[in-house]
């Protein structure tokens, strides 16, 4: 579907005359019904959210650790692994990604325990890939806990962990409550396991040591950062003074540490598991493993059934997810829906209404009205009113959440939806950092000193405020239009001004990546009242249009994250074409050459089902570590850039209204 013949061969400017509107209404028409038929009876949306390797891997490890193979399921786990494997041997931690030693170390293991012929052609590449790059010693710190608890390196290989960490108070440097959600449920558990250190029954007894260049025996530096600071340096000293003290800890301190740890868990076990991430999932099941209590126990059924809820089947295929998505899905779907649906040629009004009616009912149901969830430890007079991103995740409600579902219900039944965004306008002003911005899930989480301590290599321990997600609480509270907000309005655009990277953009945290980051941005200052001409609007303009791609898309894949240039890429992309227009539309620039050539763009790459195909990562997890590829994106965002194109032609304002 084409808007003009050559849309992909030249880069001249496009005049708005040029664009042929009823081929941009037979896509929006087209995209609305693919998106349609993705709603589940429910209300709600969610699709797949795919990691790299790592957790299909290390899924396959747990039920080696536990003796719960499933044959079946593994050899189909198999053969996605295979997929994946990159030209370079070994396995990326994206589509199309440089090698990472981590991820290969795991895959192999997996693949092996599945039983792979280690003299097979794949296996041989990674093997050779591995020991090429230092081998499996010289993986990061999650790599090296895993390998200990097959046996095959020591202890001594990890970061010293005292599980008497769980003792201390949040005025502590080391403090659990200064860390990360995601940090603090993955560590509980994984306390527990590293002061037990059991050994997994691996019941064929499967072991990687090919993978050495010295024997984990005779390596002696496994504490070798990267150190980012000479807080690094000092961290690894204290390492090296409390190793041979920690295990003459007083027994009894010990006892009452691992009763702390528990206490922390179980009340925030659930049908989601403990966080609703992998990670925090299986170290829970290993934990009770290793002290004893019974498969059979409800406590591990329920966190092994939230487990199994991960793992998502296709063809022949099987691969696990790190969590999943359906608020976030449902909030993205149901706006695109919303533009597709408004206007004077909407889409299906009628019978849209009545599926976001639906959805808002099931949102609804899963506002957190009586959870005061760990980010309480910050703000404990604040009410709860958030959204999880899972199904359920109580403890963890996050701000982004919260904004995008607040919006949709404001969007569609302010009325009917008044009490619901009352609670999340009051726990989002509640949630703001000091600096002006919002983290995720937490107030002020910005103890920079923690990441680097030896247990951090990764380097995301932390939860700071960022650009994309204080963008979102901005839009929202601008588009509620509170007077009494206006300061706390003010403090976040003061925040993001002062975050706007030289270049004009805005860092993604939790997108890929830059054009993800402005996009959020420019929709937060024209929702705020900014002005279109404004000094920083112009630079994200001059900017955005800079790196348009000449077939008139944009592309930017997670190598901007490890310092590639920012926005580039060698193609364009459906999702970070809509992210531009988006933003480039926000700011009153829906007339110019680069909003017309990319909605040709949008228009030429739909397929006959009306959706979009897409296969680099969009989302990040934890730069430069952890990468995610939302299948999502591709569809919704799309089709709420086409719709808003059709809308602001017909508006007499020609001005987005909303704040996303």
Not at 224 to 250: A, M, N, Q
Not at 564 to 586: C, F, I, K, N, R
Not at 594 to 611: F, M, P, T, W
Request: negative net charge; glycine residues 8%; contains cysteine.
């Amino acid at each position: 579907m084409l808007i003009y013949s050559d849309v992909l061969e030249r880069h001249e400017a496009v005049s708005p005359a040029e664009t042929d509107m009823s081929q941009v209404r037979q896509a929006i028409d087209a995209a609305h019904a693919a998106l349609s038929e993705r709603q589940n009876d429910d209300g709600h949306w969610v699709f797949e959210l795919e990691a790299d390797a790592t957790i299909p891997a290390e899924y396959v490890l747990l039920e080696h650790y536990l003796d719960r193979i499933d044959d079946e399921k593994q050899a189909r786990i198999g053969v996605y692994l295979r997929r994946i494997q990159g030209a370079h041997g070994g396995w990326p931690l994206y589509h199309d990604g440089g090698f990472d030693l981590s991820a290969s170390v795991k895959a192999y293991f997996a693949l092996k325990a599945i039983g792979d012929d280690i003299d097979a052609p794949h296996m041989k590449r990674a093997r050779e890939a591995i020991l090429d790059r230092g081998g499996a010693a010289r993986t990061n710190v999650f790599t090296r806990i895993q390998m200990a608890l097959f046996g095959e390196v020591p202890w001594r290989a990890t970061p010293v962990m005292p599980v008497e960490l769980m003792l201390m108070p949040k005025a502590a440097l080391f403090s659990m409550w200064n860390m990360s959600y995601w940090s603090r449920s993955v560590v509980a558990p994984l306390l527990v396991l590293r002061s037990l250190e059991p050994t997994a029954i691996n019941p064929r007894n499967i072991h990687i040591q090919e993978l050495f260049v010295t024997p984990p025996d005779e390596v002696k530096d496994w504490i070798r950062g990267p150190y980012r600071s000479i807080w690094g340096h000092v961290f690894k000293k204290v390492d090296t003074v409390l190793r041979p003290i920690e295990p003459h800890f007083p027994p009894g301190l010990r006892k009452k540490a691992i009763r702390a740890a528990i206490d922390f868990i179980e009340p925030r076990l659930g049908e989601g598991g403990l966080g609703a991430i992998y990670p925090a999932m299986a170290n829970v099941v290993m934990m009770y493993r290793a002290m004893g209590v019974a498969d059979t126990d409800p406590r591990v059924e329920l966190a092994w059934k939230g487990i199994q809820d991960l793992l998502v089947s296709n063809g022949d295929e099987t691969y696990c997810q790190p969590c999943v998505s359906p608020v976030w899905d449902t909030g993205l779907s149901g706006l695109a829906m919303a533009e597709a649906s408004s206007g004077p040629q909407a889409t299906r009004p009628a019978e849209t209404r009545e599926k976001l009616r639906r959805s808002m009912d099931w949102l609804r149901q899963r506002q957190i009205l009586d959870v005061k969830g760990d980010w309480a430890i910050n703000c404990p007079d604040v009410r709860p009113g958030g959204w999880a991103f899972q199904y359920e995740n109580d403890y963890y409600p996050d701000v982004d959440d919260t904004a995008v579902v607040g919006m949709l219900l404001n969007r569609e039944d302010p009325e009917g939806n008044r009490e619901a965004i009352a609670r999340a306008r009051e726990w989002i002003v509640g949630m703001q950092s000091t600096n002006g911005g919002w983290g995720a899930f937490d107030i002020d989480n910005d103890l920079d000193a923690l990441n680097h301590i030896p247990f951090a290599d990764h380097g995301a321990l932390l939860d700071p405020p960022t650009a994309d997600v204080s963008a979102r609480c901005v839009s929202f509270l601008s588009e509620l239009g509170y007077a009494e907000d206006a300061p706390v309005i003010e403090k976040g655009l003061a925040y993001l001004r002062r975050e706007q990277e030289p270049e004009g953009c805005w860092f993604g945290r939790w997108g890929t990546n830059y054009i993800y980051g402005t996009w959020s941005v420019l929709c937060a200052y024209n929702v705020a009242g900014i002005a279109h001409d404004d000094p920083s609007v112009m630079r994200a303009v001059e900017w955005l249009e800079s790196v348009q791609r000449p077939d008139g898309g944009w592309g930017e894949d997670c190598a901007s994250y490890e310092g590639a240039t920012p926005g580039e890429y060698d193609t364009s992309l459906p999702t970070q074409t809509a992210w531009a227009v988006l933003g480039l539309m926000a700011v009153g620039r829906r007339e110019t050459p680069a909003v017309q050539r990319g909605i040709a763009y949008l228009v030429s790459q739909q397929d006959e089902k009306g959706e979009w195909q897409e296969q680099p990562y969009n989302a990040v997890g934890f730069p430069k570590v952890f990468y995610l590829r939302y299948h999502g994106y591709k569809q919704f965002f799309p089709l709420m850039a086409l719709s808003r194109f059709r809308n602001l032609g017909l508006s007499n304002s020609g001005r987005v209204e909303h704040g996303f």
